[in-house]
């Protein structure tokens, strides 16, 4: 996981901008909205085109790293996610 530091420090933008693009949802410039998609290998389409309803931030960065996954390593994935929800039903 990056800093905010670092990566406001790399793009030459302040951790001030970089937190409220974040957390307050404040647009960035066409520049670095492009340079974030870049860096972070997110889909544009996603945000120009009518897509289904967004995921959280989370969901989008596990889906991130999904992409980047062996086969073994998805298999590891899904029989963990298979066993929270398990424990997670049972406790219901």
């Known amino acids: 996981k990056e800093s905010r530091k670092k990566v406001s420090d790399e793009m030459f933008i302040s951790p ?3 937190a409220n693009i974040e957390n307050k949802g404040q647009h960035p410039s066409l520049q670095i909205f492009f340079e974030l998609m ?3 290998n997110i889909s544009v389409d996603q945000f120009l085109l009518e897509t289904p309803p967004e995921k959280n931030t989370q ?5 991130a790293l999904l992409d980047g996954m062996s ?7 899904s029989a963990t996610a298979k066993e929270i929800a398990e424990v997670e039903t049972e406790g219901r």
């Open 59 to 63: 969901r989008r960065q596990l889906d």
């Open 16 to 18: 001030r901008y970089l």
């Open 38 to 40: 870049l860096r972070y």
């Open 71 to 77: 086969d073994t390593g998805i298999r590891i994935v």
